[in-house]
């Protein structure tokens, strides 16, 4: 049975792979770790310590202590921060990185970190875009999320820590909003669509990304970690993706369910510019080929449950 600590754990992702480990592998086997504490499940369902990753002794006494197995490092700073604060981005992105890769290869852990489409860039080809092909990012976070692959395979092949990573495409939750994030407009929109009936985009009509539900994402996450390492030939990082939309599908989309929905336009240009820098749509097929990545929700069943699921926190 694994042992896992998670850190950034009251995060967008955290907050939802807790509960789902915790459940799969038992309370006290997922060891909950953020640099804030709340009062929500994550906290009071099983352990939880305080942990400020750029704190590597920590880190590695409260994993040798828990005596896991494995860390799932979720902690990072999102493109669109990241651009405003690259200093501070490279520092805690990477140092945070270098922290958990270090304890996972000085314990033996297994060690999973998230990736992005944000580690493509303007020459990456933007339909359809392959597992391998050209990763020449633009932005900070891109910088980031390349060395950090780059990084895990070094850790791979040459100390054997059992790395792997997913390159995430936005994720749209109804648990934890996410902040700092190009994708972000991709939740607020329902959040917006229940409390005024409208929304204000700040990407132009057309700007096409990839997108995933939650669920789906922690799904993968959890298969890929329990994948026969036989069979990976990629690890860092698997291309996984549910739909390539565009703000307006969103819109008519929530339209279906709530008529009044109105939207409007009104460009961030270094978000734009951001999203514009990233593919439209990406292609899966290893992930899928590899380790059998699926997924359960497309755009219409995501919006469905969004709102279902919403509703009740503003009825
Ligand atoms: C962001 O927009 O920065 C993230 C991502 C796609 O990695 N959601």
């Known amino acids: 049975m694994k042992k896992i600590l998670v850190t950034g754990a009251l995060g967008q992702i ?4 807790v509960m789902k480990l915790r459940e799969i592998y038992g309370s006290d086997h997922v060891i909950a ?49 990241a651009e405003q604060k690259p200093l501070l981005a490279w520092n805690l992105n ?19 970190t998230p990736s992005s ?8 080809p933007a339909n359809d875009t392959p597992q391998d092909t050209i990763l020449r990012p633009t932005t900070m976070y891109g910088v980031n999320k390349v060395s950090g692959e780059l990084l895990c395979d070094y850790y ?12 995430f495409p936005g994720l749209i939750s109804y ?23 409208s929304y204000t985009s700040y990407l132009e009509k057309g700007t096409y990304m990839d997108m995933m539900y939650m669920p789906d994402a922690i799904q993968a996450i959890v298969d890929l970690m329990e994948a026969d390492a036989s069979k990976l030939k990629h690890r860092n990082a698997f291309n996984v993706t549910a739909m390539s939309v565009a703000p307006e599908d969103f819109a008519s989309e929530i339209k279906k369910h ?20 990233w593919p439209n749509s990406i292609d899966a097929t290893c992930a899928r080929e590899e380790w ?24």
Do not use: C, W
Request: glycine share 8%; aromatic share 10%.
């Open 14 to 17: 955290g907050s939802e792979l």
């Open 33 to 81: 770790t953020d640099i804030r504490k709340n009062d929500s499940t994550v906290v009071t369902s099983g352990p939880f310590e305080l942990l400020d990753v750029t704190d590597g002794k920590k880190m590695y006494q409260i994993s040798k202590e828990y005596e896991v197995d494995t860390i799932i490092h979720l902690v990072a700073l999102l493109s669109a921060t």
């Open 94 to 112: 990477m140092g945070s990185l270098m922290n958990a890769l270090e304890v996972s290869r000085e314990l033996g852990l297994q060690f999973f």
């Open 117 to 124: 489409i944000g580690a493509f860039g303007p020459t990456t």
């Open 156 to 167: 791979f092949q040459k100390y054997g820590v059992d790395t792997r990573g997913l390159r």
């Open 175 to 197: 648990g934890t909003e996410p902040g700092g994030g190009t994708t972000d407009y991709a939740v607020e929109i329902f959040y917006d669509a229940l409390r005024k009936q």
């Open 258 to 277: 709530i008529p009044s929905f109105t939207m409007k336009y009104q460009v961030d240009p270094v978000k734009q510019a951001i999203a514009e820098s």
């Open 292 to 315: 059998g990545f699926k997924v359960e929700y497309n755009m219409e069943k995501m919006t469905q449950d969004m709102i279902e699921k919403l509703s009740t926190q503003y009825t």
